[in-house]
């Protein structure tokens, strides 16, 4: 019975592919542990820590024919546990990407439909492959590449409930609408790229339902020569948000220096505004990193800006990394000095504006081409400023640690000869 039913699939797959230049499915499973113990915020003394594990199963595919790409990615996100082993319905099946790209000509296509959005770092656009479900949006995307070195990538999303007679107003919790210009240039060692995104957030005056943009508008330099690498980003934020102007900035810096074949190094900060506790204008001063990979900055322990710290005292975060790699595998030690850009305030008295300092230590080991562990350990070793930001006790122990197991191993392969 399985020899007629292997049999039956691979002839259904011949048919679909049988004039398509190429076809492809690629799995994505992966699970992890977590044991949280003051992750993203000080442990209260009440509390206990949490563990869990988290599993992602993804299917990746792709078919490509003459000026035409489709790509669909279903997934299921789950705990283990949070569905009854004799459950008919699991509600957290979904599409991750679901989108079409259409090239036009050698320099200019279009894509639509739910796809990631991946920009420069990831600071203000990325896919957070990190968290289990990662992150994509419902868009779409004019791409111009006029030659090698030059892109423009325009792209726009207009969000609804569902499909309506008359206005609703928009009830999940994200932005109505955005418009986005991102322009990338390559000169010989200097990478250059421009953002301009306009983000449009819904609110309420009463029952009835208004929209506010706010600007994004930043450059990122990269400069490569051997084995230096230097960066910076800078942006600011203007506009307005429920109501209230915006008026906001971000900038970072790195260095990194390849001291050998398996060791790199890398010293860096990030300044992220905020606005002073005893602040009483209205006005929207913190800095918000909008849709980045979040979790790639600021520690592991994500104390900041992943789904918290927003409309907040700001960040500054100076930072070094040491990492070590060779043949399967690697290893990355990254302290974080944190400190406040704002000021912080405990009945009516400033505080300190250094909050902590965060120990990240991270292991990868590549067992075989298509399976990946990772693990790490995180260390907060926070202050009196801390708490008085967050809550909690700072000698709580407050540590993180995690194991992953990723399998992405391409399970089918299809390319045509057939000339379309």
Do not use: C
């Not at 726009?156 to 418009?179: D, G, H, I, R, W």
């Not at 350990?377 to 809550?391: D, H, I, R």
């Not at 194991?403 to 045509?416: D, E, G, T």
């Amino acid at each position: 019975m399985k020899k007629y039913i292997y049999t039956a699939f691979i002839t259904i797959l011949g048919t679909i592919t049988i004039s398509a230049q190429q076809f492809d499915i690629n799995a994505d499973l992966r699970a992890k542990f977590e044991n949280r113990n003051g992750y993203g915020t000080l442990k209260p003394d009440t509390l206990k820590a949490a563990s869990f594990i988290t599993q992602r199963t993804r299917l990746i595919l792709e078919y490509s024919f003459k000026n035409v790409m489709l790509r669909v990615s279903p997934q299921n996100v789950k705990t283990w546990g949070d569905v009854a082993t004799t459950s008919k319905t699991d509600a957290n099946n979904a599409f991750h990407e679901a989108y079409g790209e259409v090239k036009m000509n050698e320099k200019l296509s279009f894509k639509l439909g739910r796809q990631e959005i991946n920009y420069d770092d990831a600071r203000i656009f990325g896919n957070v492959d990190w968290l289990t479900q990662a992150r994509s949006h419902d868009a779409f995307l004019i791409k111009f590449n006029p030659n090698t070195k030059n892109q423009f990538h325009f792209g726009f999303a207009l969000n609804a409930n569902k499909e309506t007679n008359f206005y609703e107003n928009y009830t999940v919790p994200q932005y109505k609408s955005l418009q986005y210009l991102w322009y990338h240039t390559d000169l010989k060692k200097l990478g250059l790229s421009v953002l301009v995104l306009n983000n449009g957030m819904p609110y309420l005056v009463g029952t009835d339902e208004k929209v506010d943009y706010s600007q994004t508008i930043g450059t990122r330099l990269v400069f490569k020569n051997g084995n230096l690498n230097i960066d910076g980003a800078a942006y600011l934020q203007t506009g307005k948000l429920s109501d209230k102007s915006v008026n906001a900035n971000y900038l970072s810096a790195n260095i990194s220096y390849k001291l050998s074949a398996t060791l790199n190094t890398t010293l860096g900060f990030e300044r992220l505004s905020g606005k002073d506790q005893n602040d009483t204008s209205t006005d929207v001063k913190s800095f918000n990193p909008l849709y980045g990979t979040n979790h790639k900055f600021n520690g592991y322990m994500d104390y900041f800006y992943v789904g918290n710290h927003a409309n907040s005292v700001g960040l500054i975060d100076i930072y070094a990394t040491l990492g070590y790699e060779k043949n399967k595998f690697s290893a990355k030690l990254t302290p974080h000095y944190f400190a406040s850009a704002a000021s912080i305030y405990k009945t009516g008295v400033k505080q300190d504006s250094y909050l902590g300092t965060e120990l990240d230590f991270t292991l990868a080991y590549k067992m075989y081409d298509y399976v990946t562990i990772d693990a790490g350990f995180s260390q907060m070793f926070a202050t009196t400023s801390m708490e008085v930001l967050k809550g909690g006790n700072k000698n709580a122990g407050n540590n993180w640690a995690f194991i992953s197991i990723k399998i992405n191993p391409n399970l089918f392969n299809y390319k045509s000869e057939l000339k379309p």
